[in-house]
């Protein structure tokens, strides 16, 4: 099962290797990763996804965070009320015709045009995690030029 798990961190070189070698080191795979400043500079909010098949391995990885030194708060946000969301960039192919399921792609799911070319859209979509996946096959079946991602960030409610 997939765990979205918040480590408040002190804003310092070394701390995302620390982290990045906690996982590694006990063969825990990290399925998304994505750190920023806080409104505090001298702190970071580290969101990551990890897969942790059940509650001991999941209590694991939360004391092992814990007791890394630049550790400020380990939130597990498993059974909690949380938005998330993710960034992705895209290049869709133009064709004829696409331009309104463009439309409802951008009523349904908060796709933005950033940029139309000649043989390309280029968009930005910022969605929930349940909804990309939707939103990926719809886009595969106009196709898919290029495609990069944000880690996920989440907050609590």
């Known amino acids: 099962m997939k765990h979205t798990i918040q480590a408040i961190v002190e804003n310092k070189f070394g701390v995302l290797a620390r982290v990045a070698s906690l996982f590694s080191a006990r063969g825990y795979n990290i399925e998304s990763l994505a750190v920023g400043e806080t409104q505090d500079p001298s702190v970071s909010c580290m969101t990551l996804v990890v ?3 059940d509650e001991r391995i999941l209590e694991q990885i939360k004391k092992q965070l814990h007791k890394l030194v630049n550790v400020v708060t380990v939130v597990d ?3 909690k009320e949380y938005l998330d969301r993710d960034l992705l960039l895209t ?3 133009k064709k004829d015709g696409e331009e ?3 439309r409802e ?3 349904k799911y908060h796709v933005r045009i950033l940029e139309q070319k ?3 859209y280029l968009l930005e979509i910022t969605t929930e995690r349940h909804h990309e996946e939707d939103l ?3 886009l595969k079946k106009i196709g ?3 495609l990069v991602r944000t880690g996920r960030i989440a907050i609590g409610k």
Do not use: C, G, N, V
Request: overall charge negative; cysteine-free; hydrophobic content about 40%.
């Open 118 to 120: 000649e043989k390309y």
């Open 51 to 53: 897969d942790a098949p």
């Open 144 to 146: 898919i030029l290029e």
């Open 105 to 107: 792609l951008e009523q």
């Open 91 to 93: 290049k869709i192919a």
């Open 77 to 79: 946000f498993t059974r």
């Open 100 to 102: 309104e399921a463009l």
């Open 136 to 138: 990926l096959r719809t």
